[in-house]
């Protein structure tokens, strides 16, 4: 009886903070350890240790409410400064003029930082891909149509897109997560368990609400998507990847996005709303106008409630990747930004807790105006310019093998010391700027 009454601790636990979607399924799982226990005998106790384990099941999907999710956010701490110092006098030591790794350099220190040990490895990699869609589109506001949203997100999981065929390439896996589609999946290729095979459900709706008119989503709804994002990065670091990177997929995302960093950064839109996937002189025009126009109705600033701002102009996509970058920090992962939409939910989830910044690492540098204000805001620099402005995370994969390059440098270089090398000569150079 223990276990069912450990089982019972937990239901009540979670009902403060459950939501009712949630509450359906843990009262059907309730109802059939009742019925099991109206029956109990020795040959029954079968039924009842599977009707717990349902319970235990729907419990440890719950989605954290409000209240546990800002308990969380308050626990993220910065990077391990002692370990900083090591990897840094290490780097020092290797052989070779100081600094001449550039970048490569300092990607080693802050892993070590994050990890918390100086030698890292980051082989075990995917990126999360969260996928919506955005009422705003019926304002004219993309050029393609909605149902592209689900049509790439099915070819995610069969590696047909541009970051699939990268993941496939570099053997990189792809978390799928349907936020909000306005469709139903396949159910073949449809699941509630974490999977890399397949789309997981955790839809909230069938899109998001028109923000030109009225709030995209309601404040439940935005933090459930925030909860969203943190269970994935619950599940990449129990599965034990070593480092992730948060992409997306969502007709008219770039709309949101820069309504969320105009507020974000008191900006107007001719500094925030680009082209997107591209579109006509007067669909720009009007989407400039609604990003302004929807900033300004909420009455939104760079002092707005965060939760606020991504849930009266954001998208269920881009609140659960903000969550996904504050899971990041939590369970101390490296987590790489992908483009323009990727990096305004990582400054949203640094706004919420600044210690975010010590774990992120920005891929590229995306073609999306817009982009530069947020890498300046957030003191990132990206690894690559390539022009790209695709999205899905498909600037991730390559990222991740620039972060395989830092941590090879890390582990296998020589000291002086160790190449029989006098460093001598360097004495005078160390001190000011010589090069």
């Given at each position: 009886m223990d276990k069912m009454d450990k089982a019972l601790d937990r239901v009540n636990k979670a009902l403060?903070?459950?939501?009712?979607?949630?509450?359906?399924?843990?009262?059907?799982?309730?109802?059939k350890m009742n019925k099991a226990l109206d029956k109990t005998t020795d040959k029954t106790m079968d039924k009842m240790d599977k009707a717990l384990d349902k319970v235990n099941k729907v419990l440890d999907k719950t989605v954290l409410g409000e209240q546990d999710l800002f308990q969380r956010i308050s626990q993220i701490q910065g990077c391990d400064k002692a370990t900083v110092k090591l990897a840094e006098a290490r780097q020092a030591m290797l052989a070779k003029p100081p600094g001449s790794l550039g970048a490569l350099e300092q990607i080693s220190v802050q892993l070590a930082g994050i990890t918390g040990n100086l030698y890292n490895d980051v082989k075990k990699q995917c990126v999360a891909i969260f996928s919506s869609d955005n009422g705003v589109i019926?304002?004219?506001?993309?050029?393609?149509?909605?149902?592209?949203?689900?049509?790439?997100t099915i070819n995610f999981t069969k590696r047909l897109t541009g970051v699939g065929a990268l993941a496939k390439y570099f053997e990189v896996d792809l978390l799928v997560v349907d936020m909000g589609i306005a469709g139903n999946v396949p159910t073949e290729i449809y699941s509630k368990e974490i999977s890399t095979e397949k789309i997981i459900d955790r839809k909230i709706a069938y899109g998001t609400k028109?923000?030109?008119?009225?709030?995209?989503?309601?404040?439940?709804?935005?933090?459930?998507?925030?909860?969203?994002?943190f269970e994935i990065v619950k599940y990449i670091k129990e599965a034990g990847y070593d480092v992730f990177g948060v992409g997306e997929m969502g007709i008219g995302n770039t709309t949101t996005s820069a309504a969320v960093l105009s507020a974000l950064m008191e900006l107007p839109a001719t500094e925030t709303v680009g082209k997107g996937g591209g579109i006509l002189p007067e669909s720009f025009r009007r989407k400039?106008?609604?990003?302004?126009?929807?900033?300004?109705?909420?009455?939104?600033?760079?002092?707005?409630?965060?939760?606020?701002?991504?849930?009266?102009?954001?998208?269920?996509?881009?609140?659960?990747?903000?969550?996904?970058?504050?899971g990041a920090a939590y369970h101390r992962l490296p987590v790489v930004i992908d483009g323009y939409i990727s990096i305004v939910a990582a400054l949203a989830a640094v706004r919420l807790a600044p210690a975010v910044r010590?774990?992120?690492?920005?891929?590229?540098?995306?073609?999306?105006?817009?982009?530069?204000?947020?890498?300046?805001?957030?003191?990132?620099?990206?690894?690559?310019?390539?022009?790209?402005?695709?999205?899905?995370?498909?600037?991730?994969?390559?990222?991740?093998?620039?972060?395989?390059?830092?941590?090879?440098?890390?582990?296998?270089?020589?000291?002086?010391?160790?190449?029989?090398?006098?460093d001598n000569y360097l004495a005078e150079i160390r001190k000011g700027d010589c090069f």
């Amino acid at each position: 009886m223990d276990k069912m009454d450990k089982a019972l601790d937990r239901v009540n636990k979670a009902l403060d903070k459950t939501t009712d979607k949630t509450m359906d399924k843990v009262d059907k799982a309730m109802d059939k350890m009742n019925k099991a226990l109206d029956k109990t005998t020795d040959k029954t106790m079968d039924k009842m240790d599977k009707a717990l384990d349902k319970v235990n099941k729907v419990l440890d999907k719950t989605v954290l409410g409000e209240q546990d999710l800002f308990q969380r956010i308050s626990q993220i701490q910065g990077c391990d400064k002692a370990t900083v110092k090591l990897a840094e006098a290490r780097q020092a030591m290797l052989a070779k003029p100081p600094g001449s790794l550039g970048a490569l350099e300092q990607i080693s220190v802050q892993l070590a930082g994050i990890t918390g040990n100086l030698y890292n490895d980051v082989k075990k990699q995917c990126v999360a891909i969260f996928s919506s869609d955005n009422g705003v589109i019926s304002e004219g506001v993309a050029s393609a149509p909605n149902s592209v949203t689900m049509a790439q997100t099915i070819n995610f999981t069969k590696r047909l897109t541009g970051v699939g065929a990268l993941a496939k390439y570099f053997e990189v896996d792809l978390l799928v997560v349907d936020m909000g589609i306005a469709g139903n999946v396949p159910t073949e290729i449809y699941s509630k368990e974490i999977s890399t095979e397949k789309i997981i459900d955790r839809k909230i709706a069938y899109g998001t609400k028109n923000l030109a008119v009225e709030p995209a989503m309601s404040r439940e709804e935005g933090i459930h998507a925030l909860c969203v994002g943190f269970e994935i990065v619950k599940y990449i670091k129990e599965a034990g990847y070593d480092v992730f990177g948060v992409g997306e997929m969502g007709i008219g995302n770039t709309t949101t996005s820069a309504a969320v960093l105009s507020a974000l950064m008191e900006l107007p839109a001719t500094e925030t709303v680009g082209k997107g996937g591209g579109i006509l002189p007067e669909s720009f025009r009007r989407k400039q106008e609604i990003v302004d126009d929807a900033v300004k109705r909420n009455g939104l600033t760079a002092k707005s409630d965060i939760i606020e701002v991504l849930s009266a102009v954001g998208g269920f996509d881009i609140a659960a990747m903000t969550g996904a970058f504050l899971g990041a920090a939590y369970h101390r992962l490296p987590v790489v930004i992908d483009g323009y939409i990727s990096i305004v939910a990582a400054l949203a989830a640094v706004r919420l807790a600044p210690a975010v910044r010590d774990y992120i690492f920005a891929s590229h540098f995306s073609y999306e105006q817009g982009y530069s204000a947020a890498m300046e805001a957030l003191d990132v620099r990206p690894m690559l310019s390539l022009n790209m402005r695709l999205g899905e995370g498909s600037g991730c994969p390559l990222a991740f093998k620039i972060l395989e390059g830092a941590c090879g440098v890390m582990n296998g270089m020589a000291t002086f010391e160790e190449a029989a090398i006098n460093d001598n000569y360097l004495a005078e150079i160390r001190k000011g700027d010589c090069f």
